[in-house]
Each structure stands twice: as structure tokens, then as C-alpha cells.
């Protein structure tokens, strides 16, 4: 799904704090027309099949106002910094739930009224980023790794994170316009754990992504496909999900988990806690966790869903896929990033003085 701009995205910023103003004639006519259900989406590029939004709204009479974000910590500001008002569901990753949900900008979920919630997959449940899944609710899970066209490299060359810093790449090579995702990689190179608080570990980190940067050409948390799809580099770090869509287009492309452990991460409902539309959230919620829904979304966009019941409505293909479905070893090597309190501060100084070129 592309990003949703122009005069419905200016409307939902008018409608959480009035900081922009915008769409004003519309905005005036509010007080005389008749109200209208509305729910308000702040969520990843491309990351819910439009035809469910449809389906949602043909169903329900709920109209979908739509905003996109590129990396959480976009997100997070924005939702600091509206007081968790203006959207009724953001879509966090593992450690930025822990994060909200530690400031209080996150309230609970009422899961009296999901009744599909019984279809989740208990394995991806009550974890240390939210016991109970309290102020929760996963929605796709999946990995980032290393894609290859294969007209142009050797994928059978690369086979670990260290194989990026390769002088051959120079200026082939996309990275994630991500701090924790990029600073994974080079931490996992240095044997070191990519959760670490440790400022000298960072700093090895940082120097080793200095000597990366030659071969990047691009960061790219938009679209990161796009890059491959049109040649514009030859091998990026991306997600499973962006790799499998990718594929679809390109047909020579080859996803690697490398090595030293990939990204792994859930993506997950949220309610911020100052939401306007908590009962259409849910609701909305509850339509996303219909096996059908997850089959759609998992069709479509490439990244699995932790939903049981959709499983069995897969094809045998897709449910042997593994970009979709990372094998067992892999999950095991891979690592979730984790709520680093203060030290995330670190982290994003040493970032922006790699993209600064410092």
C-alpha cells in the first residue's frame, strides 16, 4: 500500500492536534453534517491489502483514515508528541510496544471484544515486551536479512553479515534507513550481542559500518524493494516480506539469512491511550484476526501472520515459503530487539554521524 498523503493525511493530523492545518473547508463542515464512524490508521508503508480496508468499511459503515510512518522511532515521536491522541491504532514493533507501553502512552486492550482472538498462535504470545499481551495484539511477524539479485552476484558468495563489507559491493549495496536494524548487523559481525548497552561495543559497531559505507548506495525503510526491483543496487539488508514481493516482480531474487542471525520482530495492534475510536479499533481489530484476513495479508504482502486458523487455508507453497516462514535454525540464531531505556540515545548519535559521514 503506498502512503496515503495529500488531503486525508493532513485531515488526521488536523484531527490529533490540530498542528497543521489543512483540508479546511472540509474540516468547517464538520459541525453541520451528520457524523460519520471513522477510524484513523497510523501504520507501515504498504503493510495492510487495501481490499481489506475496503472490506472494512463496506462491512462496518467505519470510513479509514490512513497515515504511514518509515521507521518506529517516526512513529513514536509522533505519538509522543500528540499525547497519544489523533490515531485509534498504531502498529509498534516488539521493543517499541515495550517502550509505550512503559510511558503510559499505550491503554489495554478489551479482549472481550475480539472474538477471534482464540485464532492467534499462542507461541507468539505472552512475551517479555508485554506479559499477557495486556496492550497488544501481534498482527505479522517476520525477519530482516539479506536479498541478492542474482543477474548480477553470486548469491552462494554471501552467506553472513561480514560478507556485505565485500569490496566487490562498492556502491551496490542498500541498508535499512533503521539505527537498530543497520547497528544489528554490525554488532552481530563483532560477536557481540545486538541488544548491548555497552558504549565501547557501539563505538566498535559504529567504526565497522564506517568502513561499510562505500559500498552503500542507498538507505531505504520506504519501499526498500523498489532499489532492487529497478537495478538501482544489486544486494540490500530488507524485509522478508518486501523480498518476497520483490521477488514476485523480479523472479531472481535470493533471500539469505545470514549467518550470524537476522532481525526477527513482531509487528503488533495498538491502542494509544488517549484514542478517540477505541470500539471501532477494536472491531477493526477483531476483522484483521479472521483467518481469512491473515491469509490475505500473508498473500499479499509476504510476511506471516500468527494466526492458526489461516494456516490450513494456505497453499502448500506458500506455507513451505521460507522467506514467509523462516526455518527453526534460523529462528533460533535470530535475535528480537529489546527496549534499551537511555542507551537507545547512543545509538542514535552514533547513526546520525554514520549518515552524517563522521
Given at each position: 500500500?503506498?502512503?496515503?498523503?495529500?488531503?486525508?493525511?493532513?485531515?488526521?493530523?488536523?484531527?490529533?492536534?490540530?498542528?497543521?492545518?489543512?483540508?479546511?473547508?472540509?474540516?468547517?463542515?464538520?459541525?453541520?453534517?451528520?457524523?460519520?464512524?471513522?477510524?484513523?490508521?497510523?501504520?507501515?508503508?504498504?503493510?495492510?491489502?487495501?481490499?481489506?480496508?475496503?472490506?472494512?468499511?463496506?462491512?462496518?459503515?467505519?470510513?479509514?483514515?490512513?497515515?504511514?510512518?518509515?521507521?518506529?522511532?517516526?512513529?513514536?515521536?509522533?505519538?509522543?508528541?500528540?499525547?497519544?491522541?489523533?490515531?485509534?491504532?498504531?502498529?509498534?514493533?516488539?521493543?517499541?510496544?515495550?517502550?509505550?507501553?512503559?510511558?503510559?502512552?499505550?491503554?489495554?486492550?478489551?479482549?472481550?471484544?475480539?472474538?477471534?482472538?482464540?485464532?492467534?498462535?499462542?507461541?507468539?504470545?505472552?512475551?517479555?515486551?508485554?506479559?499477557?499481551?495486556?496492550?497488544?495484539?501481534?498482527?505479522?511477524?517476520?525477519?530482516?536479512?539479506?536479498?541478492?539479485?542474482?543477474?548480477?552476484?553470486?548469491?552462494?558468495?554471501?552467506?553472513?553479515?561480514?560478507?556485505?563489507?565485500?569490496?566487490?559491493?562498492?556502491?551496490?549495496?542498500?541498508?535499512?534507513?533503521?539505527?537498530?536494524?543497520?547497528?544489528?548487523?554490525?554488532?552481530?559481525?563483532?560477536?557481540?550481542?545486538?541488544?548491548?548497552?555497552?558504549?565501547?561495543?557501539?563505538?566498535?559497531?559504529?567504526?565497522?559500518?564506517?568502513?561499510?559505507?562505500?559500498?552503500?548506495?542507498?538507505?531505504?525503510?520506504?519501499?526498500?524493494?523498489?532499489?532492487?526491483?529497478?537495478?538501482?543496487?544489486?544486494?540490500?539488508?530488507?524485509?522478508?516480506?518486501?523480498?518476497?514481493?520483490?521477488?514476485?516482480?523480479?523472479?531472481?531474487?535470493?533471500?539469505?539469512?545470514?549467518?550470524?542471525?537476522?532481525?526477527l520482530w513482531v509487528d503488533s495492534f495498538v491502542i494509544p491511550k488517549n484514542a478517540a475510536n477505541v470500539e471501532n479499533a477494536h472491531k477493526?481489530?477483531?476483522?484483521?484476526?479472521?483467518?481469512?484476513?491473515?491469509?490475505?495479508?500473508?498473500?499479499?504482502?509476504?510476511?506471516?501472520?500468527?494466526?492458526?486458523?489461516?494456516?490450513?487455508?494456505?497453499?502448500?507453497?506458500?506455507?513451505?515459503?521460507?522467506?514467509?516462514?523462516?526455518?527453526?535454525?534460523?529462528?533460533?540464531?535470530?535475535?528480537?530487539?529489546?527496549?534499551?531505556?537511555?542507551?537507545?540515545?547512543?545509538?542514535?548519535?552514533?547513526?546520525?554521524?554514520?549518515?552524517?559521514?563522521?
Amino acid at each position: 500500500m503506498k502512503k496515503w498523503w495529500s488531503c486525508t493525511v493532513v485531515a488526521v493530523t488536523f484531527i490529533a492536534g490540530g498542528i497543521l492545518n489543512g483540508c479546511t473547508d472540509k474540516a468547517e463542515q464538520i459541525g453541520t453534517e451528520k457524523k460519520v464512524e471513522k477510524l484513523v490508521i497510523y501504520n507501515w508503508t504498504e503493510y495492510i491489502p487495501e481490499d481489506l480496508l475496503r472490506q472494512f468499511t463496506a462491512e462496518t459503515g467505519i470510513e479509514v483514515e490512513y497515515a504511514t510512518y518509515e521507521s518506529n522511532e517516526a512513529m513514536y515521536a509522533r505519538v509522543k508528541l500528540l499525547d497519544a491522541r489523533g490515531y485509534d491504532i498504531v502498529v509498534p514493533s516488539t521493543f517499541y510496544v515495550e517502550k509505550m507501553r512503559k510511558e503510559e502512552l499505550l491503554q489495554p486492550i478489551n479482549k472481550s471484544l475480539l472474538s477471534n482472538y482464540g485464532n492467534l498462535d499462542q507461541n507468539m504470545m505472552n512475551k517479555a515486551y508485554d506479559p499477557d499481551n495486556r496492550y497488544s495484539v501481534p498482527y505479522l511477524w517476520g525477519s530482516t536479512a539479506i536479498a541478492v539479485n542474482t543477474d548480477d552476484l553470486d548469491a552462494s558468495k554471501i552467506s553472513k553479515w561480514a560478507d556485505l563489507w565485500n569490496p566487490a559491493y562498492q556502491g551496490k549495496l542498500m541498508l535499512m534507513d533503521d539505527v537498530r536494524d543497520t547497528f544489528h548487523a554490525a554488532l552481530r559481525v563483532k560477536g557481540y550481542d545486538s541488544n548491548t548497552t555497552n558504549e565501547k561495543e557501539i563505538r566498535e559497531a559504529y567504526e565497522l559500518l564506517r568502513e561499510l559505507m562505500p559500498n552503500v548506495k542507498t538507505f531505504n525503510s520506504d519501499s526498500p524493494k523498489t532499489p532492487l526491483i529497478q537495478g538501482n543496487v544489486s544486494v540490500g539488508v530488507i524485509w522478508n516480506g518486501e523480498a518476497y514481493m520483490a521477488q514476485q516482480e523480479m523472479g531472481n531474487l535470493a533471500f539469505i539469512y545470514p549467518e550470524e542471525g537476522a532481525v526477527l520482530w513482531v509487528d503488533s495492534f495498538v491502542i494509544p491511550k488517549n484514542a478517540a475510536n477505541v470500539e471501532n479499533a477494536h472491531k477493526f481489530i477483531d476483522f484483521m484476526l479472521r483467518p481469512e484476513s491473515a491469509k490475505a495479508c500473508i498473500e499479499q504482502l509476504g510476511y506471516a501472520a500468527p494466526n492458526t486458523a489461516a494456516l490450513p487455508l494456505l497453499s502448500e507453497a506458500l506455507r513451505n515459503n521460507p522467506i514467509i516462514f523462516p526455518p527453526a535454525d534460523v529462528i533460533a540464531r535470530g535475535g528480537f530487539h529489546q527496549d534499551l531505556g537511555d542507551a537507545v540515545l547512543v545509538y542514535e548519535r552514533y547513526w546520525e554521524m554514520l549518515k552524517a559521514g563522521q
